[in-house]
């Protein structure tokens, strides 16, 4: 008889602790979010600064921050909610946007700014929470080091377009881009796709066990 040794993350009991901490700021579910959380802890070693897009409550943001606290961290979200998905969305995410009475609908991703204020406080990880279009917004920052996290969770096609084209030539050699609505939404897939082929990349897409969508760039 053969015993099966299965091995725990080293933080997956933290990071299900950090979960319990921002579970109100975030609307990802536990499992992905503690998935997201050891993924990015596996690239801890690449140095440089950490920005998400779409924060909504900022708690994944403040969940990473609670592991890796020295970083620079910038969040960005239009804290509006979400921009009217078009055609090139799927029309599963127009009927989503349609369907306001669903538990699924958070006033379609609207969020006071407060809440991601105090997720990140709470880290005590040097922060800037800008608001705005990102098309408005992306362009306006210097960050010290290059990116060594990118987390995109823009939900749709032109959001995440904005996002990789102004962003992904700033993410370091070897840096991790995670992109939270890849199996989920077309919009998102689509733009990953004409993205990552518009420059010739050659990065390709991995899948963790639970399905986080991420690149390591290379090129
Ligand atoms: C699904 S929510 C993010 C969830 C969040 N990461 C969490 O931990 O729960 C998507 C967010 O993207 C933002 N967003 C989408 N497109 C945007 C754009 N073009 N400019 C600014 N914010 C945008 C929305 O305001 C919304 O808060």
Redesign the pocket.
């Known amino acids: 008889m053969g015993f099966e040794i299965v091995r725990k993350h080293p933080i997956e009991r933290r990071a299900k602790e950090i979960f319990q901490k921002?579970t109100d700021?975030?609307?990802?579910s536990e499992s992905m979010?503690v998935e997201n959380l050891k993924l990015i802890w596996d690239f801890s070693s690449v140095k440089g600064c950490v920005i998400?897009?779409?924060?909504?409550?900022?708690?994944?943001?403040a969940?990473i921050a609670s592991l890796l606290p020295d970083r620079e961290f910038f969040l960005?979200?239009?804290?509006?909610?979400?921009?009217e998905a078009k055609s090139i969305d799927g029309e599963r995410a127009i009927a989503w946007q349609q369907d306001t009475e669903s538990p699924g609908y958070?006033e379609?991703?609207?969020?006071e700014v407060g809440f991601a204020t105090k997720a990140m406080v709470s880290t005590g990880a040097t922060h800037h929470i800008i608001k705005?279009?990102?098309?408005d917004?992306l362009h306006t920052i210097t960050p010290a080091e290059e990116i060594a996290v990118l987390?995109l969770?823009?939900?749709?096609y032109?959001?995440?377009m904005?996002?990789l084209s102004i962003l992904f030539p700033k993410v370091k050699q070897g840096g991790l881009i995670i992109f939270?609505?890849y199996f989920t939404w077309d919009g998102c897939s689509r733009a990953v796709h004409d993205y990552l082929s518009k420059i010739s990349s050659t990065s390709r897409i991995h899948k963790t066990p639970l399905g986080v969508a991420y690149i390591v760039k290379s090129d």
């Not at 998400?52 to 943001?61: A, I, L, P, T």
């Not at 379609?108 to 969020?111: L, P, R, S, V």
């Open positions: 921002y700021y975030t609307m990802i979010y998400e897009c779409g924060v909504w409550r900022g708690g994944m943001s969940g960005f979200d239009s804290f509006e909610g979400l921009p958070y379609n991703c609207t969020a705005g279009w990102f098309k917004t987390r969770d823009a939900d749709w032109e959001s995440t904005e996002c939270d609505d």
